[in-house]
Nanobody, 120 residues
Framework: QVQLVESGGGLVQAGGSLRLSCAAS????????MAWFRQAPGKEREFVVG????GSYAVPKGRFTISRDNDKNTVYLQMNSLRPEDTAAYYC?????????????????WGQGTQVTVSS
């Protein structure tokens, strides 16, 4: 079992930046492929970016960068040049596979989410 807790969300103006954190407990994240998803009201949960157990990246979103600090057992999502359409609840997820996946059903553990609101 691994527990994931996201933090760092909030209200930001368009063009601004935020860094989300996902702190894990229970097991070391070095054993997991990690990812960030987001879900806007009335929309499906969508894959944002992921990082494999070996540290390589999935297709990045350009403005969004994922990183991991295995010593701190934490994953980060740096979001730059934010737009109103980035407004959503952002979720951290973990899977035991070696590669990233864009399918939410491939992930075994989820955090509770942190809200990001981008004002125009």
């Amino acid at each position: 079992q691994v527990q994931l807790v996201e933090s760092g969300g909030g209200l930001v103006q368009a063009g601004g930046s935020l860094r989300l954190s996902c702190a894990a407990s229970g097991r070391t994240i070095s054993r997991f492929t990690m990812a960030w998803f987001r879900q806007a009201p009335g929309k499906e949960r969508e894959f944002v970016v992921g990082i494999s157990r070996g540290g390589s990246y999935a297709v990045p979103k350009g403005r969004f960068t994922i990183s991991r600090d295995n010593d701190k057992n934490t994953v980060y999502l740096q979001m730059n040049s934010l737009r109103p359409e980035d407004t959503a609840a952002y979720y951290c997820a973990a899977r035991t596979g070696w590669t990233t996946s864009s399918f939410s059903t491939d992930y075994d553990y989820w955090g509770q989410g942190t809200q990001v609101t981008v004002s125009s």
